[in-house]
């Protein structure tokens, strides 16, 4: 490629309407890509990344090929590092990048960073395309060298593959992505709460929690409820019932939603925050407010905490006639397409 022409790559974020801590045991999750992107505007450079962000003081010096990504200074740029160390990558490049997600907010601006980067990296180093699939799973996997954290694929796959109108319904385990279209008549709000506090250290305790429960009663994505109470330890015991009662309300608000049937979908969202809250146990007093004040205004269909929790955002989705407007700081966003070149 011509090596001083300035190019363009950019990704949604993303909002889960519903089906949270099910993805890392391959459950059912059902998110949408949304109008707030992370956008890397850059030139191609020989062995080195310079970036500088626009929401952060410090720039990204860095040479190719990267060896360590979890060393990378400053912290942000590790999911850059990430990325351009499973791509192997030789030829680098020099740029910014800006985004209108909030940080540490819940919304994916880490796996919107992760996407943007790998499409850089793989236009600037002529590397053969790669399928949406491909695109997430790699950028799930810099994120855990990025963080140590062992997220699940919704990010970065509701990220990559993204559809103007739609939510995602995707199994966890088959790696099926199955567009739902969104009545338009249905608002979809996020409400950003507080930054995420040891979300880090609270996510891998619960992937591991879910992983001991599996030993009991086999894989979550299969069980029934049935079987859960067959498990002896309280704390395990709740966080399976979390997750196979959430993988069968995904279903069922998917089945609503599709018939446009947004009272159900709104009752499924409001119990999937209860059993986050009393059973996974990663909602706060804050979110639980926030929740409780939206799903009491009139025109509102349900509400909920969205993604790993502990804060972050929660969605909202309501009538377009609901008078959002008292609730504090809900931002109305969009179903769009997927992380692209541009
Ligand atoms: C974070 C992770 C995802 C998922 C959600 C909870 O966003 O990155 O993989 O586990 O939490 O649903």
């Known amino acids: 490629m011509n090596m001083s022409a300035e190019v363009k790559a950019r990704s949604p974020g993303r ?148 559809v103007a109108g739609s939510a995602l319904l995707i199994d966890c385990h088959s790696l099926l992505v199955s567009p739902i279209e969104i009545p338009h008549d249905v608002n979809i709000y996020v ?39 067959n498990i002896a330890d309280d704390i395990l015991r709740r966080r399976a019932l979390h997750v196979v009662s959430e993988n069968d309300r995904v279903r069922r608000a998917t089945v609503a939603l599709a018939l446009q049937d947004m009272a159900t979908f709104g009752l499924l969202m409001n119990e999937s925050h209860q059993s986050l809250r009393d059973n996974f146990e990663v909602s706060t007093p804050q979110m639980d407010e926030a929740v409780r004040n939206a799903q009491q205004t009139p025109g509102v269909f349900g509400a909920r905490m969205t993604g790993g929790g502990f804060g972050g955002c929660i969605v909202i989705v309501a009538d377009a006639t609901a008078n959002v407007h008292s609730i504090e700081g809900a931002m109305l966003v969009k179903p769009v397409g997927a992380a692209e070149v541009i």
């Open 15 to 162: 909002v889960n309407l519903i089906g949270d801590h099910t993805d890392y045991t391959g459950g059912m999750v059902l998110p949408m890509a949304i109008d707030r992107y992370t956008t890397i505007t850059a030139k191609p450079l020989e062995a080195a990344i310079h970036l500088t962000s626009e929401d952060q003081p410090d720039k990204l010096n860095c040479e190719l090929p990267i060896v360590e990504p979890a060393s990378t200074v400053p912290a942000w740029g590790r999911y850059v590092t990430g990325v351009a160390h499973l791509l192997q990558v030789t030829r680098g490049l020099s740029g910014s990048v800006s985004t209108t997600l909030p940080l540490g907010g819940g919304l994916s601006s880490s796996a919107a960073l992760e996407l943007s980067t790998a499409l850089m990296l793989r236009l600037i180093n002529e590397l053969p395309n790669l399928t949406s699939l491909e695109l997430a799973q790699l950028c799930r996997r810099a994120e855990h060298l990025a963080t140590g954290v062992p997220c699940g694929i919704m990010d970065q796959l509701a990220c990559a593959s993204g």
């Open 191 to 229: 409400q950003f709460v507080a930054h995420r506090q040891l979300a880090s250290s609270a996510y891998s305790d619960r992937v591991a929690q879910c992983a001991q429960a599996e030993q009991h009663i086999g894989p979550l994505r299969l069980a029934e409820v049935g079987s859960v109470r």
